[in-house]
């Protein structure tokens, strides 16, 4: 092979195909043959010609220049590709193919996954939220205090985290209830604590307070009052 060949085939480039577009294209509705022809359009304005005809595309690809312009019209219409037109220096209108509309589709197919996997992750916290208090109570939960959970998660939305964080509150305060977890919660909120970490910092801080004060009543009432005989 000659040295020049190569040089040339380099000099052609490349074109970078984004790796979402090669996984998703069936997801975003596009078959083989749509998806090849938008590569080929995609390559074409890589390489300067933004508005590649019908015959230049049919002589890239196994389908005659009419099926071609078959599946750009498809295209146009089912919003993954459009036609701009500008004015150029000479006053002619130039038009030209834009994919702008096929990278709409593909980012919003791509949110829309997103927030599928945030629901399901989000409904399975949910569930462990549930799991975890009828762990702790020993028992399953009464159908009043299943409302209860469900009004923290849906009306008060509290997260899952902070949920659980004011069950272990609880816990360890030794006042497994309902009534003081939802107490916690509301202090929590009222305060600005959003946080996991937020709500073990003000965890510590409650606590280390209830200590201080638990051992300045037990001094008090455990000390002998002093009484002088001599003034009496």
């Keep these: 092979m000659k040295k020049e060949t190569v040089i040339d085939w380099l000099a052609e480039g490349s074109v970078a195909i984004p790796k979402l577009l090669l996984k998703y294209y069936k997801s975003i509705g596009l078959n083989e043959e749509e998806f ?8 074409s304005i890589e390489s300067g010609n933004s508005f ?9 690809m196994s389908c005659h220049k009419e099926h071609c312009m078959e599946i750009i019209k498809y295209l146009i219409q089912h919003s993954f590709l459009q036609i701009e037109g500008a004015t150029g220096m000479d006053g002619i209108i130039h038009e030209s193919y834009t994919l702008r509309p096929l990278w ?8 829309e996954l997103e927030n599928k996997q945030v629901k399901r992750e989000n409904e ?3 569930i462990n939220v549930y799991t975890m208090f009828e762990q702790e109570f020993g028992r399953p939960l009464s159908p009043m205090e299943c409302e209860s959970l469900t009004m923290w998660l849906d009306q008060e939305n509290h997260s899952p985290l902070l949920i659980k964080a004011a069950l ?4 360890m305060s030794g006042k497994l209830n309902f009534r003081y977890i939802d ?6 909120k ?7 970490e937020q709500a073990q910092d003000q965890g510590m801080k409650f606590r280390s307070h209830q200590r201080v004060k638990s051992q300045q009543i037990k001094q008090e009432t455990t000390s002998i009052p002093f009484y002088n005989w001599l003034e009496s």
Excluded: C, M
């Design 36 to 43: 090849v022809l938008l590569l080929h359009v995609y390559s």
């Design 52 to 60: 590649p005809t019908p015959d230049e595309l049919s002589e890239r």
């Design 104 to 111: 709409e589709k593909l980012l919003h197919f791509l949110s």
């Design 124 to 126: 399975q916290v949910e």
């Design 168 to 171: 272990r509150e609880a816990v």
């Design 183 to 188: 107490r916690i919660l509301f202090e929590w």
């Design 190 to 196: 009222k305060k600005g604590i959003e946080t996991l």
